[in-house]
């Protein structure tokens, strides 16, 4: 498998997944400014929309889009119980975090790093956003992970999308729940090896 990225973007979520499923793979960078891989191909070629992720299976056949591809790659290792089986309740609770994390939270954190949007619609985002963590944050009492004990793709998401909050300036420190999720999550060894890799820790 290939799996296309750009540090920090949200590509690290299946990063940490294949890293957490002990699945092989190669990591190719796309960074999202440039569009251009290592050896100089055009990224457009490969993936005409041009954003990331981007994974090429081996059969040739490719996923795009966050939440289809972290569970598909759960779904190559299940003993690694990093998604619910399918059809079951449990993982229907775990695409309703998917989707809520991709368009509540991924989707609201956009204005912040477009540099032209205008700062009112910066500040509509952050209230927002505010009130979408805060509700996250009570959700996290008491659990170590979104579903229970139990890490699933939706947090190495999370995780992802969180991480964004100190480059544009949002403080989330006064959310204890999730700052502390956050700690546990950004400790499993899976998740240092994915940022390790894109270059966001030494």
Sequence with gaps: MKLYYSPGACSLSPHIALHEAGLAFEAIPAPTKTHQLPDGTDYYTINPLGYVPYLVLDSGEALREGPAIVQYI???APEKHLAPANGSMARYQLQSW?????????????P???????????????QRLTSRLTWLDGELAGKLYLMGDTFTVADGYLFTVTNWAKPVGLDISALANLTA??????????????????GLIK
């Design 112 to 126: 912040m790093f477009n540099p032209a949007m205008p700062a009112e619609a910066k500040a509509l985002a952050v």
């Design 74 to 76: 759960a779904d190559q």
């Design 181 to 198: 999720y956050r700690a546990r999550v950004g400790a499993r060894p899976a998740v240092l090896a994915a940022m390790k890799a894109e």
């Design 98 to 110: 998917l989707n809520f994390i991709g368009t509540e939270l991924h989707k609201s954190f956009s």
